[in-house]
Nanobody, 128 residues
Framework: QAQLVESGGGLVQPGGSLTLSCTSS????????IGWFRQAPGKEREEVSC????????YYTDSVKGRFTASRDNAKNTAYLQMNSLKPEDTAVYYC?????????????????????WGQGTQVTASS
């Protein structure tokens, strides 16, 4: 059964760092664009980052630019989201998503309903 498994969330103080991992099982990630979304209580799920399958180009929403870095290791079927300088407003459940036909940085990629496969989510909390 094809699925995405996330790990790496946790509780950190503001200014701290976390790295999220998203590993596929049942399929290889090589041909899939990977999106990272987050959802805070009472809010819509929003795209925070994306990394293309073809050339590894990346997209970041304005609020995380310069702080978050998306990467991928296709040999390990794993994508990563390095999060630095975390702020309380980054607190949310973070999800990875995969799709073969989405291009990063488009209106389509920003829509959660566009994505084919999802991880289970991992909680990230930045609080003192």
């Amino acid at each position: 059964q094809a699925q995405l498994v996330e790990s790496g969330g946790g509780l950190v103080q503001p200014g701290g760092s976390l790295t999220l991992s998203c590993t596929s099982s049942g399929f290889t990630l090589d041909d899939f664009t990977i999106g990272w979304f987050r959802q805070a209580p009472g809010k819509e799920r929003e795209e925070v980052s994306c990394i293309d399958a073809s050339d590894g180009s990346t997209y970041y929403t304005d609020s995380v630019k310069g702080r978050f870095t998306a990467s991928r290791d296709n040999a390990k079927n794993t994508a990563y989201l390095q999060m630095n300088s975390l702020k309380p407003e980054d607190t949310a459940v973070y999800y990875c998503a995969a799709d073969m036909f989405i291009d990063c940085g488009t209106e389509v990629s920003a829509m959660a309903a566009s994505w084919d496969s999802w991880g289970q989510g991992t909680q990230v909390t930045a609080s003192s």
